[in-house]
C-alpha cells in the first residue's frame, strides 16, 4: 500500500515523466524504432508527409500499438513503478524522487510556456 500523499505524489509525477520519456520523447526514438515504420503519404497540396505508425503484425505490432498509446503505457509504468516501490523501495527511491522532480519540472516548464505565448 501506499503510506502518503506524498509517495502517491511522487509515483504519479515519476509516472507521467517515465511514460513521457517512452512514448514521446526523441532520447528514446531507438527504443521505439523496432516496432514502427514510416508510410508516405501526399497531401492535397501534392506535398510528401512522413507518418510513423505500428508496424501490422506479430509481437512488434503488440508494443508498438502499445507505445503509441500513452494512456496504455502510462498503466503499465505505473504497475511496474508501484511493484518497485513496494519490493525494492531502498534502490527505487532515488530513482523516484529524480522522476518526479523531472516530471513536475516539466509540467511547470509547458505552464509557463503557454503563460509567455498569451
Request: aromatic share 16%.
Amino acid at each position: 500500500m501506499i503510506e502518503n500523499v506524498l509517495d502517491f505524489f511522487l509515483l504519479s509525477l515519476a509516472s507521467f515523466r517515465m511514460t513521457r520519456l517512452i512514448v514521446f520523447d526523441s532520447i528514446t526514438e531507438f527504443f521505439r524504432a523496432p516496432f514502427f515504420e514510416e508510410e508516405e503519404e501526399i497531401n492535397k497540396q501534392g506535398e510528401t508527409e512522413i507518418y510513423i505508425v505500428p508496424k501490422k503484425n506479430g509481437i512488434r505490432g503488440f508494443i508498438g500499438r502499445l507505445l503509441s498509446c500513452y494512456w496504455c503505457t502510462g498503466i503499465w509504468v505505473s504497475m511496474i513503478f508501484y511493484g518497485l516501490y513496494l519490493f525494492i523501495p531502498g534502490f527505487f527511491g532515488p530513482v523516484l524522487v529524480v522522476l518526479a522532480v523531472a516530471g513536475l519540472a516539466a509540467l511547470i516548464e509547458t505552464a509557463v510556456h503557454h503563460m509567455i505565448q498569451e
